[in-house]
């Protein structure tokens, strides 16, 4: 079965640090891998997808993830933090054979102070 | 505004209550997906409708059940309710029954149990 982990539970940054996000997957065919983003009191967003092609994927607000397929994980990343980044972050995976269910982390919250 | 709306916000019941929780997914989606997330188990896929139909299954318990409407809308019935079933579930709509371009969430309803 798919699975997602998302290591880092909860991460604090100071404004304008560096920020990686990790996510690995439990699959062995081809997948589709996303990341979303919750801020606070509101729904999921989608941050960036990654269906083929480049594998450095860019996404909205500055932020990139990178699928390496040989370690099964797609990081997500931003070279600099804003306070108004504070949300919590799913990376989200579904295979390509079994598109219908989208198999999240358990998310990582992040909390930027200025 | 995602175009997912849920009703209601918030609720509030008793142990061994039923409720049911309301989605509208966006104008034109055909799909429809359960999402409960709770503090401790993250994001947890429950269940997915397509046309009217359940596409695919999740972790979705007995006393809980769900279906589509001809309208596209879609009801979660929860029942026999435990203290444990307090959580924020999200509903999200996609085009078709393949979720590869992207999901759109909901605000969710918060259920907590007394």
């Known amino acids: 079965a798919q699975s997602v982990s998302q290591h880092n539970h909860h991460v604090i940054l100071s404004e304008a640090a560096s920020l990686e996000l990790g996510c690995n997957y439990s699959?062995?065919?081809?997948?589709?891998l996303f990341w979303y983003v919750q801020y606070p009191g509101q729904h999921l967003q989608l941050l960036l997808k990654?269906?083929?092609?480049?594998?450095l994927v860019k996404g909205i607000k500055g932020f990139e993830a990178e699928f390496i397929k040989s370690k099964f994980s797609f990081n997500l990343r931003k070279p600099s933090v804003q306070w108004s980044d504070t949300a919590e972050y799913f990376c989200?995976?579904?295979?390509?054979?079994?598109?219908?269910?989208?198999?999240f982390g358990t998310g990582t919250r992040l909390q930027v102070f200025p | 505004d995602s175009g997912v709306t849920q009703t209601p916000k918030h609720l509030i019941t008793a142990t061994g209550q039923r409720v049911t929780l309301r989605c509208s997914p966006r104008s034109g989606d055909l799909s429809v997906y359960w999402y409960q997330q709770s503090l401790d188990q993250g994001l947890q896929f429950l269940i997915q409708?397509?046309?009217?139909?359940?596409?695919a299954k999740g972790n979705i318990l007995e006393r809980f059940s769900a279906q589509q409407f001809p309208d596209l809308h879609s009801e979660l019935n929860l029942s026999s309710l435990e203290l444990g079933d307090s959580a924020l579930y999200f509903c999200a709509s996609s085009p078709g029954a393949q979720v590869v371009v992207e999901a759109f969430f909901g605000q969710g309803t918060r259920l907590t149990v007394v």
């Open positions: 409708y397509y046309n009217g139909e359940e596409r």
């Open positions: 990654y269906f083929s092609g480049d594998p």
């Open positions: 989200a995976v579904n295979a390509q054979q079994d598109t219908d269910k989208l198999i």
């Open positions: 699959y062995g065919g081809t997948v589709n």
